[in-house]
């Protein structure tokens, strides 16, 4: 059974920095890709970066291209989502997701991913 924890929200003033830690058990992950998405009050569950376990692909959404970096520790089976200047409507619940049977067209989309985690709350106050 696929297990993926999130810590490393929190609040944050803008222009700050945070790291977001997915921790990912339960199988081994070479092939799968692993996202993150976000999802803010009233709004719809976004995309906001994936990267295959082998590292060859990593895709931004373009509002946070050259703000964030995702990465993965092979070792400590980890994704990482470093998040740079942060603003204010990068305030959401950030999630991180892992799928073994992903295609590059349908990468961004939140219904791609069969395993989520439980979220971890970002606030970036103004």
């Known amino acids: 059974q696929v297990q993926l924890v999130e810590s490393g929200g929190g609040l944050v003033q803008a222009g700050g920095s945070l790291r977001l830690s997915c921790a990912a058990s339960?199988?081994?992950?070479?092939?799968?890709?692993m996202a993150w998405f976000r999802q803010a009050p009233g709004k719809e569950r976004e995309f906001v970066t994936a990267?295959?376990?082998?590292?060859?692909?990593?895709y931004y959404a373009d509002s946070v291209k050259g703000r964030f970096t995702i990465s993965r520790d092979k070792a400590r089976n980890t994704v990482y989502l470093q998040m740079h200047s942060l603003k204010p409507e990068d305030t959401a619940v950030y999630y991180c997701?892992?799928?073994?049977?992903?295609?590059?067209?349908?990468?961004?989309?939140?219904?791609?991913?069969?395993?989520w985690g439980q979220g971890t709350q970002v606030t970036v106050s103004s």
């Open positions: 339960g199988r081994t992950f070479s092939g799968y890709a």
């Open positions: 990267i295959t376990w082998s590292g060859g692909i990593i």
């Open positions: 997701a892992a799928e073994s049977k992903w295609r590059i067209a349908t990468i961004r989309a939140p219904n791609e991913y069969d395993y």
